[in-house]
T-cell receptor, first 115, second 111 residues
Framework: GAGVSQSPSNKVTEKGKDVELRCDPI?????LYWYRQSLGQGLEFLIY????????KSGLPSDRFSAERTGGSVSTLTIQRTQQEDSAVYLC?????????????FGDGTRLSIL | TQLLEQSPQFLSIQEGENLTVYCNSS?????LQWYRQEPGEGPVLLVT?????EVKKLKRLTFQFGDARKDSSLHITAAQPGDTGLYLC???????????FGAGTILRVKS
């Protein structure tokens, strides 16, 4: 596809379960970002990957959150032992290369609901 | 931590009215981006402003970056129902590669 693809679009799970969220960035984009957005709010930075460099994990809220990017393309965000406060929309974005002036292209997000 | 404050948080206006959304910080940003987000979708980039004092126009939307690169505004002329959405400003830190997002302004334009 031409844009950033995220799956699943919706995920409902019970408290304590692990979840995996997937992001397919735009082909050729070297930078990939994960954000969390609570209802009607701004975006909270979680982590970003740039090429083969070590990811910037400074935004991950706890050690229950982790992410990886395989082969410089697809990324998965994993949340272990989910809590109700993890409920939010998780957005992925990619950009052609790293740089503050680069436009970020967003997917439509995964809406995560923890019961 | 650099913070961006957006105001107002919520704006409900009639079609044809003008409005301005503000994005303010005490920190300097190397550039600032404005995004628009509709329900169930990801944000879409509207514009990037880079130079202090820069003004960019996109049809009925006018974006301005403050001279000191600490603030920005978005002005919409003759708002239309299609302008309804969440408007987000995002500042690029002078050092590093992350964007700092404001909390957003929810705009509702009634016909």
């Amino acid at each position: 596809g031409a844009g950033v693809s995220q799956s699943p679009s919706n995920k409902v799970t019970e408290k304590g379960k692990d979840v995996e969220l997937r992001c397919d960035p735009i082909s050729g984009h070297t930078a990939l970002y994960w954000y969390r957005q609570s209802l009607g709010q701004g975006l909270e930075f979680l982590i970003y990957f740039q090429g083969n460099s070590a990811p910037d994990k400074s935004g991950l809220p706890s050690d229950r959150f982790s992410a990886e990017r395989t082969g410089g393309s697809v990324s998965t965000l994993t949340i272990q032992r989910t809590q109700q406060e993890d409920s939010a929309v998780y957005l992925c974005a990619s950009s052609p290369r790293v740089g503050q002036d680069q436009p970020q292209h967003f997917g439509d997000g995964t809406r995560l609901s923890i019961l | 931590t650099q913070l961006l404050e957006q105001s107002p948080q919520f704006l409900s206006i009639q079609e044809g009215e003008n409005l301005t959304v503000y994005c303010n910080s005490s920190s300097v940003f190397s550039s600032l981006q404005w995004y628009r987000q509709e329900p169930g979708e990801g944000p879409v980039l509207l514009v990037t402003v880079v130079t202090g004092g820069e003004v960019k126009k996109l049809k009925r939307l006018t974006f301005q970056f403050g001279d000191a690169r600490k603030d920005s505004s978005l002005h919409i002329t003759a708002a239309q129902p299609g302008d309804t959405g969440l408007y987000l400003c995002a500042g690029a830190q002078e050092y590093g590669n992350k964007l700092v997002f404001g909390a957003g302004t929810i705009l509702r334009v009634k016909s």
